[in-house]
């Protein structure tokens, strides 16, 4: 009897382990208006983070993180997927499934948020005379762009 109670707290252990291990590794479902709540590049300009807001207020975080010097495309990926409740931040393997669902995550976004013309700057790289708000956009379009590079359609 001892044994078969061992057994099913183990299991159930495992299986909680499991479900929380899927929870903050998989992309959150965001409900729309999706705002920007913060974008930073870092100083010296390789790694970019942006965290999103969606109308209940959740919050997800993600970016590139990269150093001078090196090909934008090996740049790994990270988010966070709550970070206000588990700040554990996961490393999608580059090229990878995971990788892919935020590509399609965040080419929804660009088509609903950026304005043609807007867009059109930012593929010609031309940041000159942008605000606040358009630098925040222009992080979420670098991410996008190196992403949609790895990954042709």
Do not use: C
Not at 112 to 118: F, G, N, V
């Amino acid at each position: 009897m001892r044994k078969s109670i061992a057994l099913a707290t183990l299991i159930a252990l495992l299986l909680t382990g499991i479900a929380f291990q899927h929870y903050i590794t998989s992309l959150p479902d965001l409900e729309e208006p999706v705002t920007i709540s913060q974008a930073r590049f870092s100083p010296d300009g390789s790694s970019i983070s942006v965290s999103f807001r969606d109308k209940d207020g959740t919050v997800f975080q993600f970016g590139i993180r990269g150093s001078t010097g090196d090909n934008p495309e090996s740049f790994p990926v990270f988010y966070i997927r709550n970070p206000e409740l588990v700040p554990y931040v996961y490393w999608p393997g580059i090229g990878g499934p995971d990788e892919r669902a935020l590509l399609r995550i965040l080419d929804g976004w660009i088509e609903r948020h950026l304005a043609p013309e807007l867009r059109a700057r930012l593929e010609q790289n031309d940041t000159e005379g942008f605000d606040q708000s358009e630098m925040e956009l222009a992080a979420v379009y670098e991410i996008y762009d190196i992403l949609r590079q790895r990954h042709p359609r």
